[in-house]
């Protein structure tokens, strides 16, 4: 007599009600919420990384972070009720941080690619910062005097902050300045002609710019982008300067990963000055360049080893990493122990976001070239700008420091406009 074996048609039934049950308990929810965030990771790094970038390129910023939520996943049913807690809120605030890219995009209308899966981070870290908050109000202590639980619970609120301030919010800081960029073009307000550009950096990505033909036979690199440095691009093309602009890597309509702080952007003026070398108007040894912010500090790092760049205005040039914030002198004692601890997990956060090491510090780059810098420093505008003393003592007879100590960052063309034009146009004269 044959029997024929039955077909357990009650399984996926049992494992969807399985399932069900697995989400309604605390660490249920908890793995749910990790899970929409290690999404977007997977989806921003791996499967839908910038345009010129691929997930090669992206190993560290993905697999690290990926790392460290399955972890957390593994740990949170296993830890204590206040400890759960706390780290469902610390997980949750930093997720929030994926969330802002974005919400960045989507306001400046240009939501697309992995931007769908960071909306979907929201809900999920607004969730964990809901279960912490409910998992450390319900596994509160209630034992001993009424006096003691409030001390206790104000000394805790206390410490998180101290630690959200120190060691949460520079890895969030981290996330938003390695994924956020000016997301479309400026309206063009040159008041001249111009050509719409593109050229190529020596790691394969596409930039694209405005080039304002030169009548003199000399051009400059304004920079970073094409907004602020539209001002002084105007000036010197009313000079008979060329001028190109053009969006850096990861802004605007240019290819690659976005860094505030500029880290790798050295290429980006490496690759316009080639493309300078080659324009039929332009001689190639009269190209200079001049920066703004964080492009002063990339001219600077780019004197260093870019014989085609000539002459060299850097304003608003700051700190880039931690070893150039230690060096600040505005910040002592206790304020510079914090800093510094703040400053190396920042720092630290950049490296493992942006994929590289931090670029070296300016002072020994300024020290190695010897390209002519004018410096143009606002000491007292609280961006670090205190530093040019520093780099301009490094640099030494190649650099002329100006300081403005009434203007605010960048702000010299403002605060002293006349002398702004005869310095710097006459710096270029000069040099070029």
């Given at each position: 007599?044959?029997?024929?074996?039955?077909?357990?048609?009650?399984r996926?039934?049992?494992?969807?009600?399985?399932?069900?049950?697995?989400?309604?308990?605390?660490?249920?929810?908890?793995?749910?919420?990790?899970?929409?965030?290690a999404?977007?990771?997977?989806?921003?790094?791996?499967?839908?990384?910038?345009?010129?970038?691929?997930?090669?390129?992206?190993?560290?910023?993905?697999?690290?972070?990926?790392?460290?939520?399955?972890?957390?996943?593994?740990?949170?049913?296993?830890?204590?009720?206040?400890?759960?807690?706390?780290?469902?809120?610390?997980?949750?605030?930093?997720?929030?941080?994926?969330?802002?890219?974005?919400?960045?995009?989507?306001?400046?209308?240009?939501?697309?690619g992995?931007?769908?899966?960071?909306?979907?981070?929201?809900?999920?870290?607004?969730g964990?910062?809901?279960?912490?908050?409910?998992?450390?109000?319900?596994?509160?202590r209630?034992?001993?005097?009424?006096?003691?639980?409030?001390?206790?619970?104000?000394?805790?609120?206390v410490?998180?902050?101290?630690?959200?301030?120190?060691?949460?919010?520079?890895?969030?800081f981290?996330?938003?300045?390695?994924?956020?960029?000016?997301?479309?073009?400026?309206?063009?307000?040159?008041g001249?002609p111009?050509?719409?550009?593109?050229?190529?950096?020596s790691?394969?990505?596409?930039l694209?710019?405005?080039?304002?033909?030169s009548?003199?036979?000399?051009?400059v690199?304004?920079?970073?982008?094409?907004?602020?440095?539209?001002?002084?691009?105007?000036?010197?093309?009313?000079?008979?300067?060329?001028?190109?602009?053009f969006?850096?890597?990861?802004?605007?309509?240019?290819?690659?990963?976005?860094?505030?702080?500029?880290w790798?952007?050295?290429?980006?003026?490496?690759?316009?000055?080639?493309?300078?070398?080659?324009?039929?108007?332009?001689?190639?040894?009269?190209?200079?360049?001049?920066?703004?912010?964080?492009?002063?500090e990339?001219?600077?790092?780019?004197?260093?080893?870019?014989?085609?760049?000539?002459?060299?205005?850097s304003?608003?040039?700051g700190?880039?990493?931690?070893?150039?914030?230690?060096?600040?002198?505005?910040?002592?004692?206790?304020?510079?122990?914090?800093?510094?601890?703040?400053?190396?997990?920042?720092?630290?956060?950049?490296?493992?976001?942006?994929?590289?090491?931090?670029?070296?510090?300016?002072?020994?780059?300024?020290?190695r070239?010897?390209?002519?810098m004018?410096?143009?420093?606002?000491?007292?505008?609280?961006?670090?700008?205190?530093?040019?003393?520093?780099?301009?003592?490094?640099?030494?007879?190649?650099?002329?420091?100006?300081?403005?100590?009434?203007?605010?960052?960048?702000?010299?063309?403002?605060?002293?406009?006349?002398?702004?034009?005869?310095?710097?146009?006459?710096?270029?004269?000069?040099?070029l």
């Amino acid at each position: 007599m044959s029997s024929t074996a039955s077909i357990p048609l009650h399984r996926p039934a049992l494992s969807a009600t399985r399932l069900v049950g697995a989400l309604r308990t605390e660490a249920g929810l908890a793995r749910l919420a990790i899970s929409g965030i290690a999404l977007h990771v997977v989806d921003d790094n791996f499967l839908q990384p910038p345009p010129g970038t691929g997930p090669g390129d992206h190993l560290v910023s993905g697999l690290v972070p990926l790392a460290l939520l399955a972890l957390v996943a593994w740990a949170y049913p296993r830890l204590r009720g206040g400890r759960r807690g706390a780290l469902a809120l610390l997980v949750g605030f930093l997720g929030l941080s994926t969330g802002v890219e974005a919400l960045h995009y989507a306001n400046n209308g240009a939501l697309g690619g992995d931007d769908y899966t960071g909306l979907l981070t929201i809900p999920s870290s607004l969730g964990l910062l809901a279960l912490g908050a409910v998992t450390l109000w319900r596994t509160r202590r209630n034992d001993g005097s009424r006096v003691w639980r409030y001390s206790r619970r104000v000394l805790l609120g206390v410490a998180g902050g101290l630690i959200a301030l120190v060691l949460t919010f520079p890895i969030a800081f981290g996330y938003v300045t390695t994924h956020t960029a000016r997301a479309f073009v400026p309206a063009n307000e040159l008041g001249v002609p111009y050509e719409d550009v593109t050229f190529t950096t020596s790691d394969g990505l596409e930039l694209r710019g405005w080039y304002i033909p030169s009548r003199n036979g000399a051009a400059v690199i304004s920079f970073p982008g094409r907004k602020g440095p539209q001002r002084p691009a105007r000036m010197l093309a009313e000079h008979g300067y060329g001028v190109l602009l053009f969006d850096r890597r990861g802004e605007g309509v240019s290819d690659g990963d976005p860094h505030a702080f500029g880290w790798g952007g050295e290429r980006d003026v490496k690759a316009a000055v080639a493309y300078l070398q080659q324009r039929p108007d332009v001689d190639p040894a009269r190209i200079g360049g001049i920066g703004l912010s964080v492009g002063g500090e990339m001219m600077l790092d780019a004197t260093a080893d870019t014989p085609g760049l000539k002459a060299v205005v850097s304003e608003g040039a700051g700190a880039r990493s931690v070893t150039e914030e230690l060096d600040w002198d505005h910040i002592k004692g206790l304020e510079k122990v914090v800093n510094g601890i703040s400053g190396a997990i920042k720092t630290g956060s950049h490296v493992i976001l942006s994929n590289q090491l931090p670029p070296e510090h300016l002072a020994d780059l300024v020290a190695r070239s010897s390209t002519p810098m004018l410096m143009i420093a606002a000491p007292n505008s609280g961006h670090g700008e205190g530093l040019n003393r520093m780099y301009a003592e490094a640099a030494g007879d190649n650099a002329t420091l100006w300081e403005i100590p009434e203007s605010g960052h960048v702000g010299g063309m403002d605060s002293r406009p006349e002398e702004y034009e005869r310095r710097v146009v006459g710096f270029f004269d000069r040099e070029l």
